[in-house]
């Protein structure tokens, strides 16, 4: 089993930044990418970046060269820093971990983030 718990989502201003954290606990050996989707109202949950055990990273389009997924693994923490926010990054931002061999999916309860002046 994975726990997963995200934090730093709040209310901030077109073009400013936050950063999302997500941490993991239980069995953390198992997980092979984390994932941050998210979720606007009335809209389907659509994937914004992604790393692997390995390190690897993966963006959706909208947000490159706005968005960096990063990890701390003495803290068992994936980080999401968002830049040059825009309104439509509106939404309840999950995490994801994909683990073992199926890729079972465990999920966090979400933190919300608006974009709104």
């Known amino acids: 089993q994975v726990v997963l718990v995200e934090s730093g989502g709040g209310l901030v201003p077109p073009g400013g930044s936050l950063r999302l954290s997500c941490v993991a606990s239980g069995a953390i050996l198992g997980i092979n990418v984390i994932n941050w989707y998210r979720q606007a109202p009335g809209k389907q949950r659509d994937l914004v970046a992604a790393i692997t055990s390995g390190g690897s990273t993966h963006y959706a389009d909208d947000v490159k060269d706005r968005f960096t997924i990063s990890r701390d693994s003495a803290k068992n923490t994936v980080y999401l820093q968002m830049n040059r926010l825009k309104p439509e990054d509106t939404a309840v931002y999950y995490c994801?971990?994909?683990?073992?061999?199926?890729?079972?999916?465990?999920w966090g309860q979400g933190t919300q983030v608006t974009v709104s002046s």
């Open positions: 994801n971990a994909e683990y073992g061999i199926s890729n079972y999916d465990y």
